[in-house]
């Protein structure tokens, strides 16, 4: 219910930053730093509100994240009006990928630390 739930909410939060930055022009700036924050905001939102990171919401994000800037794109170039912006792609490509690194696990410190994972004291003991 909760992965529903954040598929959802992540998909609003996609849908809100396409039309706020369909409202703008991509430039590089838009580009290298409005494309990364849209993906880390999308994923931050499904990971927190799902309660867990992993792939399922990882790659939910990164899509949702990707289609965010393609809507934008397409709002920014008149609607199909006008040519599509060439840095659109640049921009879905980056928020995907932040999203998705975003979204997956985080490995623990210590982890793979050979057959004990570290040496630490055993539940049982």
């Known amino acids: ?3 529903t739930l954040s598929l959802v ?10 039309l706020i930055l369909g409202e703008y022009e991509f430039d590089w700036l838009l580009t290298g730093l409005g494309g990364p924050l849209v993906g880390v905001v999308i994923a931050e939102v499904v990971t927190a509100v799902g309660g867990r990171r992993g792939w399922v919401p990882a790659v939910a994000a990164a899509g949702f994240a990707a ?9 920014t170039s008149g609607q199909g009006l006008e040519p599509y912006p060439p840095l659109a792609w640049l921009a879905m490509g980056l ?3 932040a999203a998705l690194v975003w979204a997956m696990p985080r490995r623990q410190a210590g982890a793979g630390a ?12």
């Open 67 to 75: 289609g965010a800037l393609a809507w934008a794109a397409w709002i």
């Open 114 to 125: 050979g057959a004990g994972g570290g040496g630490g004291v055993s539940p049982g003991s």
């Open 95 to 97: 928020a995907a990928a």
């Open 9 to 18: 909410v992540g998909a609003a939060v996609a849908a809100l930053g396409a």
């Open 1 to 3: 219910m909760r992965l």
